[in-house]
């Protein structure tokens, strides 16, 4: 039974489409990530909030933006959606330095 | 990769067997940490190592940690096939900088019934 969730699963949408992947956690962690990972490669860094109107991007560079307005809530949007953004986006939350990560499912997302 | 490198890419066993996988770094580390993917799925938290830590142990599990070689390794006894799935380590870097985890490419273990 997972503690965070994000809907939805899977997503094949057109280009120019304006998307929002949803990623919900039920256990009251501030910190909050978004990361990319395309098959069988390493998971990038695109976005991350230390709590509630707080975001910042990470180390890999994304068009898509995200909001924390409230600690539970950080969603993903792309305006305008590439056949580039086509990839898995997982969301991770965390209690703290000293403390693991704890993975959503993820969205697999395809631009056609 | 300038974050640094598992070792196997691929590793295919017998049910049964040892399964060792390592990851070298290369920037220091607050702490380091391995994570499990089934296919498609997202990750699953295994064990969590600080920098001043040499070894930890969860279960079948035994994580080792050499911050001079800038190193790790993940010993997993007695596989079974559950236990096919990629497996990635991630470094917590120290000091300032973007926060957040740091993963490498993965380990792919297949265990042979």
């Known amino acids: 039974e997972a503690d965070i969730y994000q809907t939805p699963r899977y997503l094949v949408i057109g280009t120019g489409k304006k998307i929002t992947l949803e990623c919900s956690q039920t256990?009251?962690?501030?910190?909050m990530y978004w990361y990319q990972q395309d098959p069988g490669m390493e998971l990038h860094l695109i976005h991350y909030?230390?709590?509630?109107?707080?975001?910042e991007k990470g180390d890999l560079s994304s068009e898509s933006t995200v909001s924390r307005i409230r600690t539970e809530h950080f969603p993903l949007t792309l305006e305008s959606a590439r056949p580039s953004h086509t990839s898995q986006y997982l969301c991770?939350?965390?209690?703290?330095?000293?403390?693991?990560?704890?993975f959503g499912s993820g969205t697999r997302l395809t631009v056609v | 990769s300038q974050q640094g490198e598992e070792d196997p890419q691929a590793l295919s066993i017998q049910e049964g067997e040892n399964a060792t996988m390592n990851c070298s770094y290369k920037?220091?580390?607050?702490?380091l940490q391995w994570y499990r993917q089934n296919s498609g799925r997202g990750l699953v938290h295994l064990i969590l190592i600080r920098s001043n830590e040499r070894e930890k142990h969860s279960g079948r599990l035994r994580v080792t940690l050499d911050t001079s070689k800038k190193s790790s390794s993940l010993l997993i006894t007695a596989s079974r096939a559950a236990d096919t799935a990629s497996y990635f380590c991630a470094r917590r870097r120290a000091g300032g900088g973007a926060d957040g985890l740091t993963f490498g490419k993965g380990t792919h273990l297949i265990i042979q019934p």
């Open positions: 991770a939350s965390s209690d703290g330095t000293y403390y693991g990560y704890t």
């Open positions: 920037t220091s580390i607050n702490n």
């Open positions: 256990m009251g962690h501030d910190k």
């Open positions: 909030s230390y709590g509630v109107n707080s975001t």
